[in-house]
């Protein structure tokens, strides 16, 4: 994880609170979208795709392109539709397998 | 289960007005969105953003709270962050919220799904830092947050409109990769007739060029063969102009070739479908109410063929008065009474098409990718695996996904559907139509055993009780 983020909060400020990231505390703005805050915190690389292990992020931000997944608690959820909330233990999703079509 | 004369998949402007409108007519509705606040992809967190940050964001885009506060109506019931996973036959509409899933039956369901960015597979696309321009707007409305060093690629005029939001936001791109031609231009023009009609539309894009230039954001036209650089992220944009080797040193990249039908939903429901040549996609087959062959199911919107914002708000409007006539709230003659100035206004905004389609075609490289490129993100399918599928015989889509799992990930072909249907239409001579789509089939989207375990019924609204039937 890179620390100098490529991404700018254009209105700083507000109440934050403290989640993990791979077991890296990161303090985010409290309701804000995670991916988006994930990103403003030099976080670049969201998982790795299950067929060759390459790194992935973010794409379409709208809930589209599963690009996004991580790990919360336990679930595989997209960052960019849920919301920062204190305490959430968050890690690169390896589990992107759990939701591929065993077809 | 909860009952709802009327339920609507997607609360952007298609979806909110068809709901206002219902509801004006006597309709109970439901209005279900996986987003956490109404809006759409266009009007995005309207209600929610800091003064500041919707200034920036201009006029147009604040304009969307004429939509999302006529939501206030006794008879609409709004399910934010509802994303919907099936609908079955008998209107049927099973989602997750609050980690549960849960079922809504509506007498009539319309879907509004809207768009998709059209991907735009180039080398190096899946790298972490590339995303598409709708993205980039994301996360500036609902964010407030800006990339540093971005380089805009692509074609179309959200690419204008998401770079002007940059400047206005204190981190103007380095530059616009454009791959539309002088030549596309010349095109254009014949459709200048129409394009005169949608002057509001013209006047809005040469100020934003204008706004461009003061800012001194270099433009380059014409762009070809281009390639995302990097190791673990993207680092670079090599392309060619006229010939000549060209490179963009920067940290994001925004992608965006226009944008196209989110099919999904109206597949699921076997809703034929047919391409269309001028916009390079598949939309529904619906009559102008939106009307599709399921006689309870309408689309309207943008996923019902690409109209823009302000088309896909009378498109609802449109479909909310028809349905509320099939479901006995209206007689034909106020029906058609009500929806004459509707599609007066629906022609109006439907004269600049033509001349967009022309000046900003989709890249013809991104459309038939090289061999190497990837297609599918999810599964890493290359557009080679597919001339290779096809080079064995294969013919559609199905079987293109049974022989390399293209549309098997988690986004159900969402971002490679059209490339697949496009590199095999292109392999064996046959048509779009001829080739078909992957078949859609539900979950939409993935739902967790936990989820469907909490299954329950969503609360009962006495207001709803009153108008069941
Ligand atoms: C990323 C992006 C950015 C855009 N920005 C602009 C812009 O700035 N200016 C402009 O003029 N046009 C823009 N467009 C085009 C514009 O979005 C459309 O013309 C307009 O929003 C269409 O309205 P709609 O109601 O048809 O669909 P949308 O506004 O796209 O609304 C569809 C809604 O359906 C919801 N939905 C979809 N599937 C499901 C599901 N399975 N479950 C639950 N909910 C679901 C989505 O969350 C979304 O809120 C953009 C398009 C995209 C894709
Ligand atoms: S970024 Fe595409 S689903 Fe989250």
């Given amino acids: 994880m890179s620390t100098d983020s490529t991404f700018l909060e254009t209105e700083p400020g507000g109440a934050r609170v403290r989640v993990w990231f791979d077991g890296t505390p990161l303090d985010l703005p409290e309701g804000a979208n995670l991916a988006g805050a994930l990103l403003v915190a030099g976080v670049s690389r969201f998982r790795d795709t299950p067929v060759s292990g390459a790194p992935r992020g973010p794409f379409c931000m709208m809930g589209a392109c599963f690009d996004c997944l991580v790990e919360i608690d336990g679930v595989t959820r997209q960052a960019c539709m849920t919301e920062v909330r204190d305490g959430l233990h968050i890690s690169r999703a390896p589990s992107s397998e759990a939701w591929r079509d065993p077809e | ?469």
Wanted: one cysteine or more; aromatic letters at 4%.
């Fill in chain 2, 1 to 469: 289960m909860t009952r709802s004369d009327l339920v609507i998949i997607g609360a952007g402007p298609a979806g909110m007005a068809a709901a206002r409108t219902a509801a004006d007519q006597g309709l109970s509705v439901t209005l279900l969105d996986e987003q956490a606040r109404p809006g759409g992809q266009i009007y995005r967190d309207v209600d929610h953003v800091p003064e500041s940050r919707a200034a920036r964001l201009g006029a147009e885009y604040t304009e969307g709270r004429r939509l999302t506060r006529a939501l206030a109506q006794d008879r609409i019931t709004h399910l934010a962050g509802a994303v919907v996973w099936a609908i079955e036959e008998g209107g049927v509409v099973s989602y997750t919220r609050h980690g549960a899933a849960a079922q809504v039956t509506g007498a009539h369901v319309l879907l509004a799904t809207g768009a998709l960015e059209r991907p735009m597979p180039v080398p190096g696309w899946t790298l972490p830092g590339v995303m598409t321009a709708g993205a980039g707007q994301i996360l500036l409305k609902q964010s407030g947050v800006a990339a540093r060093r971005a380089v805009l690629v692509g074609a179309g005029p959200l690419l204008y409109l998401v770079a002007v939001q940059m400047v206005r936001a204190g981190s103007p791109p380095l530059a616009l990769i454009e791959t539309q031609t002088t030549a596309d231009t010349a095109r254009a023009l014949r459709h200048a007739g129409g394009a005169l009609r949608g002057w509001p539309y013209l006047r809005k894009g040469m100020s934003l060029l204008a706004e461009l230039r003061r800012a001194g954001v270099p433009r380059h036209k014409g762009a070809r063969d281009i390639v995302i650089e990097g190791a673990a992220r993207a680092e670079a944009v090599r392309f060619k102009l006229a010939g000549k080797a060209r490179r963009v040193a920067c940290e994001t990249v925004y992608l965006h070739h226009g944008v196209v039908p989110n099919t999904q939903a109206a597949r699921s429901l076997g809703v034929p479908h047919r391409w269309d040549a001028a916009q390079h996609c598949f939309a529904p087959v619906v009559d102008r109410w939106g009307a599709t062959e399921r006689t309870t199911v309408h689309v309207a919107g943008d996923g019902a063929g690409i109209g823009g914002a302000r088309a896909a708000e009378i498109g609802g409007r449109l479909a909310a008065l028809d349905i509320a006539m099939r479901l006995g709230a209206l007689s034909k003659g106020q029906r058609d009474a009500l929806a004459q100035p509707l599609f007066r206004q629906l022609d109006a905004e439907r004269a600049i098409r033509p001349f967009l389609d022309a000046a900003y075609p989709p890249n013809a490289a991104a459309l038939l990718p090289e061999d190497d490129t990837i297609i599918c993100r999810c599964e890493e399918v290359r557009a080679g695996d597919i001339r290779r599928y096809a080079a064995l015989g294969c013919l559609g889509p199905n079987q293109a996904k049974a022989f390399g799992r293209a549309g098997m990930g988690p986004c159900q072909g969402r971002y490679c559907g059209l490339a697949v249907t496009a590199l095999l239409a292109e392999a064996t001579g046959q048509t779009p139509d001829e080739t078909g789509y992957l078949r859609i089939r539900p979950p939409l989207k993935p739902v967790t055993l936990g989820e469907l375990a909490a299954m329950h019924d969503e609360a009962k609204d006495p207001r709803l009780d009153n108008l069941d039937h």
